[in-house]
């Protein structure tokens, strides 16, 4: 559970629409925080505003912010966190965008 604080910590990033930014760049900029290059990050972005609906990212950002509590590696963030903790979501499409976008941009080994 410690690991995917981290990946949460990076979802709560990515996920918090508030702003003037789009979805995309916030996506971008929270995984890039967390050690992923901006083309990657950059996809999954791109990918994540163009299959979720606002609430479903803003779902992912609540959940992932609920994970960052005690996060003893704040720097770290695995492909599988990112859809550990989609997946926690009970809303098959986020784990199925997350798992996608991840997928589809690289970020999977």
């Known amino acids: 559970m410690k690991r995917m604080t981290s990946a949460t910590g990076a ?3 990515l996920a918090s629409i508030a702003g003037c930014a ?3 760049t916030r996506i971008s ?3 890039q925080r967390y050690g992923l290059d901006q083309s990657r990050s950059d996809c999954v972005g791109g990918r ?3 299959n979720l609906s606002l609430g479903q990212l803003q779902r992912l950002g609540k959940a992932a912010a609920a994970y960052r509590q005690g996060d003893t590696t704040p720097g770290v963030l695995t492909p599988s966190d990112l859809i550990r903790v ?7 499409k ?4 997350v798992g996608k976008a991840a997928a ?3 970020v999977l080994p």
């Open 94 to 97: 986020i784990a199925l965008e």
């Open 86 to 92: 989609a997946s926690e979501l009970r809303d098959p």
């Open 22 to 24: 789009a979805p995309a």
């Open 104 to 106: 589809g941009c690289g």
């Open 11 to 13: 979802l709560a990033l």
């Open 29 to 31: 900029t929270g995984l």
């Open 48 to 50: 994540l505003q163009a």
